[in-house]
């Protein structure tokens, strides 16, 4: 009798239910994509985040953004086998021993980066998220639920990148270049693709192309229009470049502001004559407040 194994599919699947989030989705925070750094005046403030050091490792980016998903609580930790985590990656899909080699040295990388921290748990090894920012000098810190204050801001992944396929629909540009787009918290937003400003998102600039290029393809990412930007180093210093906007199911990043000025301007259209933030201030009902508080 031949004995079943997990498919790729029902591990993930098994992950995800073992997380009990509600809302099918997790957070991270934007530091993963690009990180704050001193710099001269005029130069970017931001610089590569633990994301771009993970652009050649694919299968340590799929399994942080597994454990990332089913850590909720806690000591922020999950302890599963190797043939589990194997399967879910899709590094290694056969039940044996030659499984805990493989998982093992992407766990490593991981670790030398300070996203995640592993430690024994009787025969296993428990994987213990770390924050998102990675080694802050050669420490990692431990990690604590987002709170999305200034300082502190997240973004959401739906549980649909694994169970509508986007996983290995997606080359690495595409996953890059998506998670960046969500870290945005906009409706419409700019991608910069020239050197100096895929480097201030956390991305060199072909990757940055080359994931834009997919994400369009896919129509995930879909091109609403151009903007006037400032960029001084041109001659006119303003530039034009396009704006995006991200589809369905990973249009779910609006940051408060961003909705506030939504419905403002949503209002002003169904109101002929008004003015959008008179009428968004008069028109406030104690239920749109409480849920815009929400």
């Known amino acids: 009798m031949t004995e079943r194994v997990m498919t790729h599919e029902e591990s993930i699947e098994y992950l995800l239910r073992r997380s009990k989030r509600h809302d099918d989705a997790f957070p991270i925070r934007r530091e993963f994509i690009q990180t704050r750094i001193e710099s001269l005046p005029g130069e970017p403030t931001t610089g590569p985040g633990p994301l771009s050091k993970l652009l050649r490792a694919p299968h340590a980016l799929e399994l942080l953004l597994l454990v990332y ?7 922020y930790g999950v302890t599963e086998r190797s043939q589990l985590w194997g399967r879910a990656a899709g590094i290694y899909m056969l039940p044996d021993r030659n499984a805990s080699v493989v998982v093992s040295r992407q766990w490593q990388h991981l670790e030398k980066l300070g996203l995640i921290e592993r430690r024994q748990h009787g025969r296993l090894k428990r994987i213990v998220k770390r924050r998102e920012c990675g080694l802050v ?5 431990p990690y604590t639920a987002p ?78 229009g151009t903007d006037e930007v400032v960029n001084a180093r041109t001659m006119r210093g303003y530039e034009w470049v396009h ?13 408060k502001s961003e909705i506030e000025r939504l419905e403002a301007e949503q209002l002003a259209l169904l109101t002929p004559g008004g003015d959008a933030d008179s009428q968004a201030g008069a028109s406030a009902t104690p239920n749109t407040a409480m849920n815009k508080e929400g």
């Open 69 to 75: 998903a089913v850590t909720t609580g806690g000591d």
């Open 137 to 141: 000098g050669e420490i990692s810190l």
């Open 147 to 224: 709170t999305g204050a200034k300082g502190d801001v997240y973004f959401r992944v739906p549980f649909a990148y694994w169970r509508e396929d986007w996983h290995r629909k997606l080359e690495m540009p595409g996953k890059a270049v998506l998670l960046a787009a969500m870290s945005r918290r906009r409706e419409t937003f700019t991608l910069p693709q020239d050197t100096r400003g895929a480097r201030a998102l956390g991305l060199g600039r072909h990757t940055m192309a080359r994931g834009i290029e997919e994400l369009v393809r896919h129509e995930l990412l879909v091109k609403a």
């Open 243 to 255: 704006t995006y906007q991200l589809a369905k199911p990973f249009n779910i990043n609006l940051s």
